[in-house]
């Protein structure tokens, strides 16, 4: 999630969550990163989110923040262990950057001569930590701006994804970077606002109800959470950029 005012994730989590055991098969583990400030409020469990007294925190705690990563694992490399769990956390420039990936990458051994190397054993945090290492080779001491950064993770991205499947989020809380590499859905909530109700629980809200009308939302995920918005699908290769609650910029 992408807002431009701090927002709570109750409402998209609460059916989120469900697909970690009940609605879907990716019960090996989830997490959760909320950035507030300079800081990051991070959580992972190895059990379902579904069976997690930390996932129920999160959806009674409306923790609010302007950039979230989440998700849920269905293990298809490394064991069922915590460390194993996404989304992943490393530090750069003086920032937090947080990320998490959905697929599965085959063939995959990229040399890491630099600062990061992964804790856990997944083909997501060794994807992380090479990407981590050719940002800081390729800018320096310097942070970029968006469009740099934009341009170096479309490159990389289209690198990694050619040894399988690459949908991946990173953000340092200023942008959310996204790259699709076979499904991915978004949707910008604004004024006015309508009420949704979630595909995978009996939850809806009326968000005119809980929000101003300067508000703005942006939320990405594999698969559509609402079943009565209109959601709008990611072309495979296709990176997009979100800023303050809207895409910021799309590269095809």
């Given at each position: ?35 507030e ?50 989304p ?21 051994a ?11 054993s ?56 996204v ?39 942006a ?34």
């Amino acid at each position: 999630m992408n807002c431009n005012t701090p927002t709570d994730i109750v409402f998209s989590f609460t059916g989120f969550a469900m697909r970690g055991g009940t609605t879907d098969e990716h019960k090996d583990g989830w997490g959760i990163a909320f950035f507030e400030g300079n800081g990051v409020r991070h959580f992972v469990d190895h059990q379902a989110a579904i069976d997690s007294p930390i996932a129920e925190l999160i959806k009674r705690y409306p923790i609010k923040s302007r950039n979230v990563i989440a998700h849920i694992r269905k293990a298809t490399q490394g064991v069922v262990s915590l460390e194993n769990c996404h989304p992943f956390v490393r530090e750069c420039w003086g920032r937090y950057w947080v990320f998490a990936h959905n697929g599965d990458l085959k063939d995959f051994a990229p040399v890491l001569d630099g600062a990061y190397h992964p804790v856990g054993s997944t083909d997501s945090e060794l994807a992380f930590c090479y990407v981590m290492q050719e940002m800081r080779r390729q800018f320096g001491d310097s942070l970029p701006g968006v469009t740099e950064m934009a341009a170096f993770l479309r490159r990389i991205g289209a690198q990694i994804a050619a040894h399988g499947t690459f949908n991946m989020m990173l953000s340092n809380g200023e942008a959310l970077f996204v790259h699709c590499s076979t499904t991915l859905h978004y949707i910008v909530r604004q004024y006015p606002f309508t009420t949704a109700t979630l595909s995978d629980e009996d939850v809806a809200i009326d968000f005119s109800e809980v929000t101003t009308p300067r508000d703005k939302v942006a939320v990405i995920v594999t698969e559509p959470l609402t079943t009565n918005e209109n959601w709008t699908a990611f072309l495979p290769g296709e990176l997009k950029v979100f800023v303050d609650g809207d895409v910021w910029r799309e590269l095809a």
